[in-house]
Structures are given as structure tokens and as C-alpha cells.
């Protein structure tokens, strides 16, 4: 062959080498948060990859992408075809590009080697990720606050915090608006040059802050998204008063550079700002406004009386080289000024350049296994360096410090590949270590360097062999640690250093196992503990040591003996139970529940009480708690005692819970009048009063607690004492706060005395209790005649809670009437006499039936306090008590009247109860009432323990129910009224005591007692009393 042929020969070789070994380059498009295994792309057919047929490949064709070590992969390539698919590691593009805030594309490099050598090249595929409107925008805090001055003229804006969204385009906020929005205000939308929506909110109304201070509106936020994604915030407008002149700012953009080695405490902007106020309203106040990073914050700091900006952290230009401040500028008022502060960093050549390696041969314990007859230019790995510095100091070159036969070959920029160079000898050299140097422009330079070791190997064709499958083993817990367990062995058919045998545990193997490298002794190096692992199950690897190494694996399974090492558990410390005052006799309180962890009769366990036998037994082996005595809470609320749990190992251990039992309160006690004083007590309600005002009010008070304590008053009775009017609904009372309201404009038919029978009743379980007090309202403008008002307030007590006071009055029509009246006056005496003395015998053989019933009903629900025999000694000592407040207890049956408008109340007296003076003085006002209202008498509803729920299901003993037993509580002394006799008659009191009740009971009569303390004017002596007559029955 002459010279001219081996030239052309030359420049053929050479063009294909670089035709094959070119770098391309491709661009495909993904959206981001795709399914696995969705087709992107053929790499194959997009690169119009052609194999030619007279190259003969020494492999198939492969695909093989090269990532960076712990790079988790997004996409997956397809080895033989190329095809590109999505994986299950989902892409996100927030994720992703989250550093990048001014660029809107988001881009995903890979690189794939095209192999085999005969026709590599190296494809750098760039994947654009499209934003799909996954995340909501959001608002930085739920509740947005905003404070305007009253004085605010009309179309004046005020900004709002805008809300995040890490999507883009489309996908980011598009819209914000007033969901629940007032007149007052209106929201605009202000776009920036970038693309940012700012809220403002309009003032459309003159504000006055003395009608309404504070406005509180809804606003949402919307992105562009199909379909939209949004989410909403509190918008609280508080109006202020006025400081009309806000600072204003010299500059209200500046733009500065600070470089990024800048110390702490560096000047880095001087902000100015001037106030046309006066005194402390021009004192301006600088701040960072709540819109700036969080990031931000911490790398500046600025002083709020001279508005000068410093470092306050490290900066560093590679995390963010450009900070967006934010200033505000207050005199105290609630509408700022702000100030944008654009702070560049600039660089300094303080990275160090980075080398990523990325192999392309797999490695073996760190180090690339090349056989010593791999052919030149075999590729090893992709070195990829970069440095974070910008222009020059950013420029980086790459180089091997010594002669090997390997180089590095650029393939883009600052990526090179790591290539066999000339051919290999095992003989020769066995291994490599390759120092690749990379080093920056920065004067002085900056360099690093990285190790790429290489080990040359010989063929190795027979694995280690283990002469069995698998090993079994057996081991008590709490074992000595360094126990040798076992030795394993295995044979290698190779010779010289391919049949030196390596023993290593395989990753599945627990912490706490070792294995002699060269002896294959198994051991363990710590105690093992039965209760958290009771088996164990791994591999142990035999790996020869040939240049290639081939290795195979043994299953090794071990069982842990138990041991009695663990004492019973209770799920708690302590325990809680709460139950009912009238819990029966051995029904059930509650469940402890006791774990042990050991296995067998360890873990049999046996429950005792300690210090609580004579009260409570517990069951041995559930756990299950009973009461032997009867509770009272008024006698002991709580108690508290020591459960033992033993288990059945050899020797025993034990453990102690501490069992705390409160005592729940039952409905036993009614409500209580405190105002009104008096039944003859009445207030003034002037013609000239408004609708909607309150003209006096009720209150109540009950000795229960929780449930059983919270009241709730309504008017059952309203009448006017002075005219046949029928009342209109003219008041009305709140339930809760017991204020009584004018509902309506007063007219002349409404003036009188109006008599408001005023319901109270508790919400306490089973049933509720209640008390009744009669409330009188005296319309008109003054109070000129005393003595007419006590008249009215006489014909009051006398007339029956559901009567009206023309019922009974006759009002002469004409004189000639008189004549007729007096004649059936007189035709009827004889009758009236008769049903007079058949009355008053009914009514003292009545009081004898009554003990009798009363006996019964008292012990359905006084018990257990047994107020039946706290009565009789208070009846027995009345007389020595002259001080003591009197109240009448009388149970009412509420029947259904015909006219459902009217609610109809039959009393029966039932007995008379001193109340102390002392006991309104003792009430503790300032306690708040625990509320327990179970839902069903079902006791396993009732319990409130910290125990978990018991495994099988307990049948407590369900207490009876009380019956039915409305208590109406009567106001003290002189506003006591009997009601409840079946006939009328005239009552009258044999006894001497003034406040005793008399026996004789008539329907609707009242009995007004001692002195009646008449209402005031101003002028009046407070001494001024009178005598009522003695109350008359007034017949059917």
C-alpha cells in the first residue's frame, strides 16, 4: 500500500471515529405529575440512529442513561428500543426549579450513552416540564389585617397581602374578590410589569369609626387552572382614627450591589423618609414588610429609627443572588409607606469547582472492575465539572496529574468522558488510581480533585458453593454479647486469589449480627430481646476474590427463646372514672387494662386492689371495677387507690396504677330566685320607652353542677291586673340572661300593672327542675299614687295563675242593674254557704293524703341526700330562726290546656323550707360548673377514663330513672302563694306565725303575708308600709 492510500485510509477512520463519537443533543416535552410509565418519546427514531450494516457491533444495541450517584431517576429509557417512559417517581416542577423564580421554563437533563463502543455517542436530552395547575394559591395567613383611618376619602386603595401560588402562567393567580363584602369596600386589581395581580382594597363609603369600627369580609383568591383551584382568608378592616399624613420615602426604588463576602454589620442602603405631621405623628418607623421572604429577613436587618439596612447573616450569591426588600415607613399609623430595595450580590471566587462523576461501568465497592482485554477507548465515566462562581471565576478546566493510559475527552462543555487510552496488562499493573484535578480562573485559582480507582481483573468463572440451603438456629434472649452462634463454609472450584472466599452478611441482615470475613463465625454483638423480635431471617454472601467477583448466598433463620424479663404494663399511670351519684350497688365503673409483652405464663396476669378493698372490687383477670358501697357526692366526691398487676413467671414481677373515682352530680337540686326579692316588688316602665329595651331582668341560681346548673327562663303568664284588656306580647324575656324586653310601641290600653309569671328550669338529666316567681310591670309615666299600686299588686296575689282579673269583677252598666244584682246576691248566699263548708272540709282532710304522697315522691328524687328529714328538722326549728329565709316548695302538674296559646299551671303546696340567710352569702358566684350530660343512663356512656376500650363488652347495671317531679320555688315572705285545692274557699291561717303557710290550698289563691315594702318615688320615706287584707278565694 503506497502513501496516498494509507492517508485516505487515515482521514476515513478518523471522520467515522467522529461521526460516532459526536455529542447530540435533544428537547422533548412533559407535563409534570404524570402516571408511570407514559411514552415521552423514541430516542431511536428521534435521532434517526441508523445502525450501518457493516459494522460489526461486539454487543446489541444499548441505551443507557447516565445519572449522577443518588440522583433519583425521573425518566426511564428503555435499553433495546430507546423508548422513553415516565417512572414512579412522580415530576414535579415546583419541586423541581424550586430555586428559580424569574425564569417561567423548567427544564430536566439527562444524559444516555449510546453503546456499544463500535457506535457510541453521548445524547444530552433536555425534558421542558409544563405546569399543570396542581397546588392552590394560598394566603400567607388565614386572617389579613388592615387598618384604615376614618377620615379616608372615597376610591383611596389600600394594599392587600397577596397570596402565593408556585404554579405558573395560566396556572398562577389569576383573580382575587370579595366574597362576603360590605358597601364600604371593593377590591381592585393592580398588574404588575411582571405579571404579579396586587390587591387593593377600594374605600367606596364615607367611614365614620364611631358607627362601626371594625369591617370583616371574605376575600378570594383564584388561579387560572381548569378546572380553578382557590382558597379564601379573613379580611378585618379596623377603622382608626386619623394621622392624614403617611412618610413619604426620598427614593422609593433603589437598587444596590453588596458583595457576597460582605461582613455582618455591613451598610448596605441608607433609606430616608420625611413626615408632614407634627410631634409623634411625624416619628417614622421602619420595618420590613410581612410580603419579603422569610430568607430575606434573615440576611438583613434594619434599624427602625434611622432606616438604615445592614447584614445581619452571611450572604451567598449562589443560593440567591438578587434580594427584593420591602420597607415600610410608619408614624404610627396603619397605612405606611413602602419602599422597594433591590439588593444585588455580587461575586467573589469563593466556590471551589465540583467534579461529579457519573460511571458508565458499574462499580464494585467504590472502585471500576476493567478486564485487562477491554479495547481502547472503552468508556469508564462521565466527568461533569462545574464551579457556582460566575464569568471567569467560573471557568474551570479539567486534567488528569499524572501519565495513565486513560484521558479525558470533552464532549460538551465542562463535561468530559474518562476513555481507555492505550491497552491494559494485569501482569503489569494491577489497579489505578486516577487523580482528576479541576481548576478555576480566580486569581489566586481555586482547584479540587477526585479519585477514580480502577482495578485490572482476571477471568473468574465458579462461584463459592454452601454445602447446605439454609441454617437453623436457636438462642435464649438477653444472650452474652460477641455470642458465637456458628461457623459457615463454603468452597470455591477456582484457584490462587479467585478462590479466596469473602463472607459478608447480606443487606437484609439486622444490626447486631457480625461475621468473620475470613472464618465465616457467625456471632451477635448484642442482647437480643424476644418481645421486639422473635425471629430472624437473612442472607450471608460468599464472594470469591477474583477480578470479577461471583458470589452466592445462604439463608440463615434464628428463633429467640422468651425469658420473664418484661413486668405487666398498664396502658396508664393513672386512670380516670366518672360516675353517677346513683350508681347501684357492684354496677360497673370502669375497665384497667394490663399488656405484658413476654410469651406463655409470663404473660398471665392477675389484677388486686391494695388500699381500696372496702369500697371497690376488681375482677383478677378483666380488670373490670365494681363498687360494694352506694356513692354520695355531697359526702365524698372521689377516691383514690392502688391497683397491683402480677404475672405468672418464675420468679413473679409486678406493677402499680394509681385508680382515681370521681363522683358525677344528679339533677337533685331546683333553681332559686335571687331577683325578684319579692312577688309585691314591682319597677316602672315608662309610656316613652323604645321597643327593644330592657325594662328589668330575673335571676336565678341552682346549687348543681354542670348541666343540672345551666338555666333557661320563660314567661308562661301575662296578664294587665288594671283593665279587661287581654295582654299583646308586649314584653318578652331572653332565656338565657333572664332580661326582660319591650317588644312593642307602648299605647294607651297598654298602661296598668301587667303580671308576668316567670318561668325558670334547669337542663339537668334525666329530667329537669324548675321554680316559678311572679314579675309586676307597672305601665305609665309616674308613680303618683302609691297606695292604687298596692291595691293592684293585692288583686295580683289574689288572682290564679291563669285567670285574668275581669273575670271575676262585675262593673255596673247601669243603676238598674243594682236591683237584679242584689236580689241574685241574695238568692245565692244559701248556695255559696253550702259549697263554703263542703270546701273547707275537703281541704283539712287533703293535707293528710298529701303527707302520704309527698312521702313517696320525696323519696324518688331527693334521695340520697335525704331532704325529706333536712325539712322536718328545719319545720321543727323555724320558730328559733326569725332571721331565716322562708321558700315554698310546690309541685305543678302541666296539663294541656284547649287554647294552645295558653299555658296552664296547677300547683299543690307541698312543704315549707328555711333557707338560711347565710346561704346566699356562701354561694360561690365566681365558680364555673363542669358540665357532664351523658347521653344515655348506659354507664359504659358514662366513663371518661384514660383506658383504652376493653376488648369485650360490659353489661353495666342501669340505675332507674327518676320520675317526673317539677318543683316551683316561691319568693320568700311576703310574696308566698297556695295553689292546688280541687274546690274553692276561703283561706284563712289558724297559725300565729305571720310567714307560716295555712293547710287550707286554693285554686289560684295567694296568701300575702307581714308588710308589703311599696315601691319609692324619690320623695318618699322607705318606711312607708301597709297591711293587706286577708286573701278571699274568688269562686269558679
Known amino acids: 500500500m503506497n502513501l496516498a492510500s494509507r492517508v485516505h485510509v487515515l482521514v476515513a477512520l478518523l471522520t467515522c471515529l467522529v461521526l460516532l463519537c459526536k455529542a447530540q443533543e435533544r428537547d422533548y416535552i412533559v407535563k409534570e405529575e404524570q402516571q408511570e410509565n407514559v411514552r415521552i418519546g423514541n430516542l431511536r427514531k428521534d435521532l434517526d440512529l441508523n445502525l450501518d450494516p457493516n459494522i460489526r457491533l461486539s454487543s446489541p444495541l444499548q441505551f443507557k442513561p447516565v445519572y449522577k450517584t443518588g440522583d433519583v431517576p425521573l425518566v426511564r429509557v428503555e435499553a433495546s428500543t430507546g423508548e422513553i417512559f415516565t417512572t414512579n417517581h412522580r415530576i414535579d416542577r415546583e419541586k423541581l426549579c424550586s430555586g428559580i423564580f424569574t425564569e417561567k421554563r423548567c427544564y430536566y437533563e439527562i444524559e444516555v450513552a449510546v453503546l456499544p463502543d463500535e457506535i457510541f455517542r453521548l445524547v444530552k436530552i433536555r425534558f421542558l416540564i409544563e405546569d399543570v395547575n396542581d397546588n392552590a394559591p394560598l394566603f400567607q395567613s388565614t386572617v389579613i389585617n388592615i387598618s384604615i383611618p376614618e377620615n379616608t376619602a372615597i376610591n383611596t386603595r389600600y394594599p392587600v397581602p397577596s397570596a402565593f401560588d408556585p404554579d405558573v402562567g395560566i396556572n398562577g393567580i389569576q383573580h382575587y374578590e370579595l366574597v362576603k363584602s360590605v358597601n364600604e369596600f371593593g377590591l381592585d386589581i393592580i398588574e404588575t410589569p411582571e405579571g404579579d395581580k396586587w390587591p387593593q382594597l377600594i374605600v367606596q363609603q364615607n367611614l365614620d369609626r364611631e358607627q362601626k369600627d371594625t369591617f370583616v369580609m371574605k376575600i378570594k383568591v383564584e388561579d387560572g387552572g381548569n378546572p380553578p383551584k382557590s382558597s379564601t382568608a379573613i379580611l378585618q378592616v379596623t377603622i382608626s382614627d386619623v394621622n392624614d399624613n403617611r412618610p413619604i420615602f426620598r427614593d422609593s426604588e433603589l437598587e444596590v450591589s453588596v458583595p457576597e463576602n460582605a461582613p455582618m454589620g455591613t451598610s448596605v442602603a441608607q433609606l430616608h423618609a420625611t413626615d408632614a405631621d407634627l410631634g409623634s405623628n411625624a416619628q417614622v418607623h421602619f420595618s420590613f414588610s410581612n410580603q419579603i421572604s422569610s430568607s430575606t429577613k434573615r440576611h438583613f436587618a434594619i434599624n427602625s429609627s434611622t432606616g438604615l439596612i445592614t447584614v445581619k447573616q452571611p450572604l451567598d450569591r449562589e443560593v440567591t443572588p438578587v434580594h427584593k426588600l420591602i420597607v415600610l415607613a410608619s408614624d404610627g399609623s396603619s397605612t405606611p409607606s413602602r419602599a422597594t430595595v433591590i439588593v444585588n450580590v455580587t461575586d467573589v471566587n469563593d466556590n471551589v469547582p465540583s467534579i461529579d462523576t457519573r460511571y458508565i461501568i458499574n462499580l464494585v465497592n467504590g472502585t471500576v472492575l476493567l478486564s485487562e482485554n477491554a479495547p481502547l477507548n472503552t468508556k469508564i465515566a462521565l466527568i461533569t465539572v462545574t464551579d457556582k462562581d460566575a464569568d471567569l471565576y467560573g471557568k474551570v478546566a479539567c486534567y488528569t496529574d499524572h501519565d495513565v493510559p486513560f484521558r479525558l475527552k470533552p464532549v460538551f462543555n465542562d463535561q468530559f468522558l474518562l476513555e481507555t487510552a492505550a491497552p491494559l496488562d494485569y501482569e503489569t499493573t494491577r489497579e489505578y488510581a486516577i487523580k482528576i484535578v479541576a481548576s478555576d480562573r480566580g486569581t489566586p485559582p481555586l482547584n479540587t480533585s477526585a479519585m477514580v480507582l480502577i482495578k485490572i481483573k482476571d477471568e473468574n468463572d465458579n462461584a463459592p458453593i454452601f454445602p447446605q440451603p439454609e441454617f437453623q438456629l436457636s438462642i435464649p434472649e438477653n444472650n452474652d454479647p460477641l455470642m458465637q452462634l456458628i461457623k459457615i463454609s463454603a468452597t470455591d472450584a477456582d484457584s490462587g486469589h479467585n478462590a479466596e472466599i469473602i463472607y459478608t452478611l447480606g443487606p437484609d441482615a439486622p444490626d447486631g449480627f457480625n461475621i468473620d470475613r475470613r472464618s465465616g463465625i457467625l456471632s451477635v454483638g448484642k442482647r437480643l430481646d424476644r418481645e421486639k423480635q422473635e425471629r430472624y431471617s437473612f442472607t450471608v454472601i460468599a464472594r470469591d476474590n477474583g477480578s470479577a467477583p461471583l458470589q452466592s448466598n445462604v439463608t440463615v433463620r434464628l428463633i429467640v427463646q422468651d425469658l420473664n424479663d418484661n413486668s405487666p404494663a398498664f396502658t396508664h399511670p393513672e386512670y380516670n372514672f366518672y360516675v353517677p351519684e346513683n350508681l347501684p350497688l357492684y354496677g360497673t365503673v370502669g375497665l384497667i387494662t394490663v399488656t405484658d409483652t413476654d410469651a406463655g405464663d409470663n404473660a398471665v396476669i392477675t389484677l388486686s386492689i391494695l388500699n381500696g378493698k372496702d369500697s371497690f372490687i376488681i375482677d383478677p383477670q378483666t380488670g373490670v371495677i365494681k363498687p360494694n358501697i352506694t356513692f354520695d357526692r355531697e359526702q365524698q366526691s372521689s377516691y383514690t387507690f392502688m391497683v397491683k398487676a402480677v404475672d405468672g413467671g418464675q420468679p413473679p414481677s409486678s406493677s402499680y396504677a394509681k385508680v382515681t373515682i370521681n363522683v358525677v352530680d344528679v339533677n337533685d337540686n331546683r333553681p332559686v330566685f335571687v331577683i325578684p326579692s319579692s312577688n309585691y316588688s314591682y319597677d316602672l316602665v315608662r309610656t316613652t320607652t323604645s321597643p327593644g329595651s330592657v325594662v328589668t331582668r330575673v335571676f336565678a341560681i341552682d346549687n348543681d353542677t354542670g348541666m343540672n346548673a345551666e338555666l333557661q327562663y320563660s314567661i308562661i303568664s301575662n296578664i294587665i291586673i288594671t283593665s279587661r284588656v287581654s295582654p299583646r306580647g308586649l314584653f318578652s324575656i331572653d332565656k338565657t340572661t333572664g332580661n326582660i324586653t319591650l317588644q312593642e310601641k307602648i299605647v294607651l290600653a297598654d298602661q296598668g300593672l301587667h303580671r308576668l309569671v316567670v318561668k325558670v328550669k334547669d337542663l339537668g338529666q334525666p329530667e329537669s327542675l324548675h321554680a316559678i316567681a311572679l314579675v309586676h310591670l307597672f305601665v305609665n309615666d309616674t308613680v303618683s299614687n302609691s297606695t292604687f299600686i298596692q291595691e293592684q299588686l293585692r288583686k295580683s296575689m289574689e288572682t290564679p295563675l291563669d285567670r285574668n282579673i275581669g273575670d271575676n269583677e262585675i262593673t255596673p252598666q247601669a243603676n238598674g242593674y243594682v236591683i237584679v244584682v242584689i236580689a ?110 351523658p347521653d344515655s343512663p348506659d354507664l359504659a356512656k358514662h366513663y371518661k377514663s384514660a383506658s383504652p376500650q376493653p376488648t369485650f363488652q360490659i353489661k353495666p347495671e342501669t340505675p332507674v330513672a327518676p320520675k317526673k317531679h317539677h318543683v316551683i320555688q316561691e319568693l320568700p315572705l311576703d310574696n308566698t302563694f297556695v295553689v292546688g285545692c280541687d274546690s274553692l274557699s276561703k283561706c284563712s291561717s289558724t297559725s300565729s306565725d305571720p310567714y307560716s303557710v295555712s293547710e287550707c290550698g286554693c285554686q289560684g289563691g295567694f296568701k300575702a303575708a307581714g308588710q308589703i315594702a311599696t315601691r319609692q318615688n324619690p320623695g318618699q320615706t322607705p318606711e312607708k308600709t301597709f297591711n293587706s287584707p286577708p286573701p278571699i278565694c274568688p269562686h269558679k
Open 824 to 933: 241574685i246576691i241574695a238568692g245565692t248566699m244559701t248556695v255559696i254557704l253550702v259549697i263554703f263548708v263542703t270546701a273547707l272540709v275537703r281541704c283539712r282532710q287533703t293535707p293528710r293524703h298529701k303527707v302520704v304522697q309527698k312521702g313517696k315522691q320525696s323519696g324518688e328524687w331527693v334521695s340520697p341526700n335525704q331532704e325529706n328529714r333536712q325539712i322536718k328538722k328545719k319545720k321543727k326549728r323555724k320558730k328559733r330562726s326569725p332571721k331565716s329565709l322562708l321558700l315554698n316548695f310546690v309541685t305543678i302538674d302541666e296539663s294541656k290546656p284547649e287554647d294552645p296559646t295558653h299555658e296552664h299551671v296547677n300547683g299543690t303546696l307541698d312543704l315549707p323550707v328555711e333557707l338560711e340567710e347565710q346561704t346566699m352569702g356562701k354561694y360561690n358566684w365566681a365558680t364555673t360548673p363542669t358540665t357532664f350530660k
